[in-house]
């Protein structure tokens, strides 16, 4: 094999391949240890149950609440190590590894994301961490007045995370053992890259230009595979999108508690009281409740920030929410509600006509309408930020921003999947077409080009990332076949910034997964749209 195919086969597998972290029947040698908690939130008073599988004697841990000043609020070393045995199927049915700890949430830990690092080392057996988190919701007591709310995308961080083989995207499921898995357990550790993540660990969204004629790269895949970190690291987690938020938004001096979806979906009332609930990063999976708990939210009056991207799918929780499911592009064949009912309830994309409940009724965007933009094979050399349309619109105001400008190009806010509607221009100005769905009065702020396929002259065959399973997928939702026709009227799509009201609430949704990466590479005018947002739904 020549150097060159050698470095053709590394990059595929890096791409197109499986290493996701697999537990081991018999310890290694060399020193390993993960852990996971019993849940992926509590409240002040509540204890957390730690389970610890490590092949070293002794290990510690500490807890560490993250954000603009990283702080310890627990540690404690000297633990016994035990190794624990894990089932093959673990992605699917947990890890069932006993309680190593139980930690106590204390009354005065203030609301955030709470990282666990525990840490095991052994002289000529080397050392080894692993970090897994938790949030802390609001003390039932605290004031809500002037505080945002942060609904973490905690279903997008499951649907992604491949420790032991299998995630919603690849695994070792189905008939032949090579399919992903539409169910997943939230008893099991998360993969590496998912807590906390190297500053220089790339994005998908394209920093440089490609070079003429050049075969579309994925370099943070490449990358995670040259550094030991999940292939999912960039896209999802609290390490590539809420951390951005959080630290930003503290450094900024405003009051933020945090919450999982799986507390909207098992308690609603948590969001009361709030006058703005914020959502960001890439926020794809969500359940039916948790949708009645936003909507009911909006039509009281409360007020939507979502600087997220790629509401895609529905998902149910089972087992008290210990267990996702979610079978996606399979659903109709396979998810037995088809079969069952209700057919409301059949996890796959919102827009399928048998839930009948489409996405942009409660954010005004879908994933359908909008998908991959700014990296791999769909708009590389695109704009990288948001094409302006409504410069007088009161969320640019304080910006200088034209008709025609470029919101974010420099921080590259657009991508990696982004959110749209069906539109028509007239009189130069995007307007949403009749039956998208979308709220009466809706307006599209910015509006940017994206596509649910990767195609161009330099896409060779077995090599690109994205293939054409998303793009028949959509065209089979939006038109009920998926023969080139269909994909040729619905591969095109876009990613918008758009406002509306709705009942006694209002909505502001910049439809983009990368919006964070303005606040974190402090681009003055994604800032003070940032807080335009906040400050007029706080006010």
Same mark, same amino acid.
């Given at each position: 094999?020549?150097?060159?195919?050698?470095?053709? @086969?590394?990059?595929?597998? +890096?791409?197109?391949?499986?290493?996701?972290?697999?537990?081991?029947?018999?310890?290694p040698?060399n020193?390993?240890?993960?852990?996971?908690?019993?849940?992926?939130?509590?409240?002040?008073?509540?204890?957390?149950?730690?389970?610890?599988?490590?092949?070293?004697?002794?290990?510690a841990?500490?807890?560490?609440?993250?954000?603009? +000043? =990283?702080?310890?609020?627990f540690?404690?070393?000297?633990?016994?190590?035990? /190794?624990?045995?894990? $089932?093959?199927?673990?992605?699917?049915?947990?890890?069932?590894?006993?309680?190593?700890?139980?930690?106590?949430?204390?009354?005065?830990?203030?609301?955030?994301?709470?990282?666990?690092?525990?840490?095991?080392?052994?002289?000529?057996?080397?050392?080894d961490?692993?970090?897994?988190i938790?949030?802390?919701? $609001?003390?039932?007591?605290?004031?809500?007045?002037?505080?945002?709310?942060?609904?973490?995308?905690? +279903?997008? /961080?499951?649907?992604?995370?491949?420790?032991?083989? *299998?995630?919603?995207?690849?695994?070792?499921?189905?008939?032949?053992?090579?399919?992903?898995?539409?169910?997943? *357990?939230?008893e099991?550790?998360? @993969?590496?890259?998912?807590?906390?993540?190297?500053?220089?660990?790339?994005?998908?969204?394209?920093?440089?230009?490609?070079?003429?004629?050049?075969? =579309?790269?994925?370099?943070?895949?490449? /990358?995670?595979?040259?550094?030991?970190?999940?292939?999912?690291?960039?896209?999802?987690?609290?390490?590539?999108?809420?951390?951005?938020?959080?630290?930003w938004?503290?450094?900024?001096?405003?009051?933020?508690?945090?919450? *999982?979806?799986?507390?909207?979906?098992?308690?609603?009332?948590l969001?009361?009281?709030?006058?703005?609930?914020?959502?960001?990063?890439?926020?794809?999976?969500? *359940?039916w409740?948790m949708?009645d708990?936003?909507?009911?939210?909006?039509?009281?009056g409360?007020?939507?920030?979502?600087?997220?991207g790629?509401?895609?799918?529905?998902?149910?929780?089972?087992?008290?929410?210990?267990?996702?499911?979610?079978?996606?592009?399979?659903?109709?064949?396979?998810?037995?509600?088809?079969?069952?009912?209700?057919?409301?309830?059949?996890?796959?994309?919102?827009?399928?006509?048998?839930?009948?409940?489409?996405?942009?009724?409660?954010?005004?965007?879908? @994933?359908?309408?909008?998908?991959?933009?700014?990296?791999?094979?769909?708009s $590389?050399?695109?704009?990288?930020?948001?094409?302006?349309?409504?410069p007088?619109?009161?969320?640019?105001?304080?910006?200088?921003?034209?008709?025609?400008?470029?919101?974010?190009?420099?921080?590259?806010?657009?991508?990696?999947?982004?959110d749209?509607? =069906?539109?028509?221009i007239?009189?130069?100005?995007?307007? @949403?077409?009749?039956?998208?769905?979308?709220?009466?009065?809706?307006?599209?702020? +910015?509006?940017?080009?994206s596509?649910?396929?990767?195609?161009?002259?330099?896409?060779?065959?077995?090599?690109?990332?994205?293939?054409?399973?998303?793009?028949?997928y959509?065209?089979?939702?939006?038109t009920?076949?998926?023969?080139?026709?269909?994909?040729?009227?619905?591969?095109?799509?876009?990613?918008?910034i758009?406002?509306?009201?709705?009942?006694?609430?209002e909505?502001?949704?910049?439809?983009?997964?990368?919006?964070?990466?303005?606040?974190?590479?402090?681009?003055?005018?994604?800032?003070?749209?940032t807080?335009?947002?906040?400050?007029?739904?706080?006010?």
């Amino acid at each position: 094999m020549t150097d060159t195919e050698r470095d053709e @086969a590394w990059r595929r597998e +890096a791409v197109l391949g499986i290493y996701a972290e697999r537990p081991l029947h018999e310890p290694p040698r060399n020193i390993r240890i993960w852990s996971y908690a019993d849940r992926l939130s509590y409240a002040p008073g509540e204890t957390a149950r730690l389970s610890v599988c490590t092949n070293a004697k002794r290990f510690a841990v500490e807890i560490i609440r993250d954000g603009a +000043a =990283p702080k310890t609020v627990f540690a404690r070393d000297g633990l016994e190590g035990v /190794w624990r045995d894990t $089932p093959d199927d673990c992605s699917v049915k947990g890890c069932g590894w006993p309680v190593s700890l139980e930690i106590p949430i204390a009354l005065d830990w203030p609301s955030g994301g709470y990282i666990i690092r525990t840490r095991a080392a052994e002289e000529g057996r080397g050392a080894d961490m692993h970090e897994h988190i938790f949030l802390v919701r $609001p003390h039932a007591g605290s004031p809500r007045r002037g505080r945002l709310l942060l609904v973490a995308a905690t +279903a997008t /961080w499951t649907a992604y995370n491949d420790w032991g083989g *299998s995630n919603h995207y690849q695994g070792y499921c189905g008939p032949n053992g090579d399919r992903f898995s539409p169910v997943l *357990s939230l008893e099991r550790p998360l @993969a590496r890259g998912f807590v906390s993540l190297p500053a220089d660990a790339p994005r998908a969204v394209l920093m440089d230009q490609p070079p003429i004629m050049a075969e =579309p790269r994925y370099p943070h895949m490449e /990358w995670a595979y040259a550094n030991g970190y999940s292939k999912k690291y960039m896209s999802s987690g609290w390490a590539s999108f809420e951390r951005h938020f959080v630290t930003w938004a503290e450094r900024q001096g405003y009051a933020l508690d945090i919450v *999982s979806q799986t507390d909207l979906h098992f308690r609603p009332e948590l969001l009361e009281a709030y006058p703005c609930v914020v959502l960001v990063g890439h926020d794809e999976y969500w *359940s039916w409740d948790m949708r009645d708990a936003i909507d009911a939210y909006v039509a009281k009056g409360g007020r939507i920030a979502r600087f997220a991207g790629n509401f895609m799918w529905q998902i149910r929780l089972e087992n008290e929410g210990r267990t996702q499911v979610c079978y996606k592009y399979l659903a109709r064949e396979e998810d037995p509600f088809m079969k069952t009912g209700p057919r409301s309830r059949v996890t796959e994309s919102w827009e399928a006509p048998e839930i009948g409940r489409p996405g942009a009724a409660s954010f005004g965007l879908n @994933a359908t309408h909008g998908l991959y933009a700014s990296w791999s094979g769909c708009s $590389p050399r695109g704009a990288k930020g948001f094409p302006v349309y409504r410069p007088e619109h009161w969320a640019f105001a304080d910006t200088g921003l034209y008709y025609g400008d470029i919101l974010g190009a420099e921080s590259r806010i657009f991508g990696y999947e982004v959110d749209g509607l =069906p539109y028509e221009i007239r009189g130069g100005l995007p307007h @949403a077409l009749e039956g998208s769905g979308a709220p009466e009065g809706i307006e599209i702020l +910015a509006l940017g080009l994206s596509s649910t396929i990767e195609e161009g002259p330099t896409i060779l065959p077995g090599r690109s990332f994205l293939g054409t399973e998303d793009g028949e997928y959509v065209a089979s939702v939006l038109t009920g076949r998926k023969d080139a026709e269909a994909i040729e009227r619905t591969k095109r799509g876009c990613g918008m910034i758009v406002n509306f009201r709705k009942g006694a609430g209002e909505v502001f949704h910049a439809g983009t997964c990368d919006w964070i990466m303005g606040l974190t590479r402090r681009d003055a005018m994604v800032e003070q749209v940032t807080r335009n947002v906040l400050d007029r739904f706080l006010g």
